[in-house]
């Protein structure tokens, strides 16, 4: 029985499943032409599979499915593991903003859940080629007049009928936008629309500064196939390059009625994740903008609070192009670490708004943040201050105690006159000595050490990921506070900076 314990505990560590039985649904896109095919993709993983029937997707009948499997085996530290995986296919043509719905598959006897999935349809401004033509290229914007530093989409389109052969990918140049702040959109996006094939290439524009600016041409070269110098066997064929360019656009740019921040239409969500906390603990603060326009050049002012430590991370910006219009959504947080009460200021910023043609306002309100077991800042600081007012009251020196003060005082002018002699003669001295006399290690010393700051800028990003980073932090701050009392570790403290370095 012994030796056939053994026999099950080797073969169970040799062969074992690294990976739970899991499923995931995946769309070839999440936005989609009108007219245009989705691709809906179910992974499972797992040894017995069993999909459910599916013959339409919301409303829409399913035109094809196909279905797949593969078995990957891995082997870490003498140790394999194997897994299964098995993929449905399904396409299907939306008519309309829809979302896919969860689907429910067996796997191994267990039931699991697809997460359901949104589809925006959208309608193509692409237009269409002449009649007798292989292939066009156009440009057009959605708007010929705006402000100076708002944002609009300008697109190029690269049409071509069904048929068209190609030696080699075309050769593009994308247009001349001077005057503008230039952001491409993702990759280029393929799609069918009256009988023609489009592949059209977006750019975000900003404009830089009130002027009258003209936008291109976009210019591609296309290598045809030329089937009169192919070979006997239709191996090699030459090219027969052909240039088109596209129109160019006129834009006009009007200066901004009134100074502002930000020019489109947004709104503004702040949050603080707790009004109370222990001294030298954190408190985030997030805020997040979002609307129509570019949010790409904008950026936070960080918080000056006295006695108070403020930390910030890099601001996550997400712009994006729907319906032909920019949609940006800007986020970031902030931190404030202190040991007695105090208060996150209010701010504002000013929008001006192109469509209302009105200045608003985006405001974040101010927090007041009290800190368990500590005195209110204002106490604090009159306590201070009162202790100041009595140090100055309490000078007053007897007679006696006044003439020895001028007594010393003529001492130690009297020896002032010899110091500068004595402290010239020392650096001359000094030139004289080899530097190679002083010992190496003090300059080690200066150079290997690492600020408190520097530490606590690294490690505080990431005081989340462990106890024992979080307690690093916490002692750090003790330290750059003055209590002498907290020891840090410094061989661990390098280790730790080193990691996220």
């Known amino acids: 029985m012994q030796n056939l314990g053994k026999i099950i505990i080797c073969i169970a560590a040799v062969f074992q499943f690294a990976w739970s039985a899991s499923v995931e649904a995946a769309v070839s896109g999440t936005q989609v032409v009108q007219g245009n095919p989705v691709q809906l993709q179910i992974t499972a993983i797992g040894d017995r599979v069993t999909f459910p029937d599916i013959q339409e997707i919301g409303d829409v009948p399913v035109l094809g499915q196909s279905r797949s499997s593969s078995i990957s085996i891995t082997s870490i530290n003498g140790k394999s593991s194997r897994q299964n995986r098995t993929t449905l296919l399904l396409h299907f043509i939306p008519e309309q903003n829809m979302t896919i719905p969860s689907y429910a598959v067996a796997i ?68 001349d936008f001077e005057g503008f702040f230039v952001k491409e959109v993702q990759e280029p996006k393929t799609y069918r629309k009256d009988n023609q094939n489009v592949q059209e290439l977006r750019y975000i524009l900003t404009a830089k500064q009130e002027g009258n ?6 210019q591609v070269n296309i290598p045809e196939q030329d089937n009169s110098t192919k070979d006997p066997f239709g191996m090699f064929m030459n090219a027969e390059w052909t240039q088109v360019a596209s129109n160019t656009l006129s834009i006009k740019v009007i200066p901004a009625p009134q100074p502002s921040d930000l020019i489109g239409a947004f709104t503004l969500q702040s949050s603080v994740d707790t009004q109370e906390a222990k001294a030298n603990k954190p408190v985030n603060l ?137 402290t010239f003669i020392f650096g001359l001295a000094v ?52 209590d002498k009392s907290i020891q840090i570790d410094k061989k661990i403290l390098k280790k730790m900076v080193e990691r996220f370095s």
């Open 108 to 175: 191994d006897g267990t039931t699991h859940q697809t997460k359901p999935i949104k589809i925006a349809v959208v309608r193509s401004a692409a237009p269409k080629m002449q009649k007798n033509t292989k292939f066009s290229l156009q440009m057009l914007a959605e708007k010929s007049e705006v402000t100076a530093g708002e944002s609009f989409v300008a697109t190029v389109y690269f049409l071509f009928a069904d048929g068209l052969r190609l030696v080699d990918n075309p050769e593009y140049k994308k247009p």
């Open 431 to 482: 030139m004289y000595v080899p530097l190679r006399g002083l010992p190496k290690w003090k300059y080690a010393a200066g150079k290997n050490s690492l600020k408190t700051s520097e530490a606590l800028k690294i490690l505080y990003p990431h005081i989340s990921k462990s106890a024992e980073i979080e307690e690093m932090v916490r002692k750090l701050y003790a330290r750059k506070n003055g």
């Open 286 to 422: 997030t805020i997040k903008i979002e609307g129509e326009g570019s949010l790409e050049a904008f950026e936070m002012l960080p918080y000056d609070i006295d006695d108070v430590t403020v930390y910030s991370d890099d601001a996550k910006i997400q712009t994006d192009v729907l319906s032909d219009s920019v949609k940006s959504v800007y986020t970031k947080s902030f931190a404030f670490i202190g040991d007695h009460d105090f208060v996150i200021p209010s701010r504002e910023f000013s929008v001006y708004n192109p469509k209302t043609k009105r200045l608003e306002k985006l405001r974040i309100p101010s927090h007041e943040i009290k800190v368990k077991g500590a005195k209110p800042l204002e106490s604090t600081k009159k306590s201070i201050a009162l202790h100041s007012v009595a140090q100055k009251e309490n000078k007053e020196e007897p007679v006696g105690d006044k003439l020895q003060a001028k007594n010393k005082d003529k001492k130690e002018l009297i020896i002032a006159w010899w110091m500068p002699i004595v």
């Open 213 to 218: 600016y003209t936008i291109g041409p976009a």
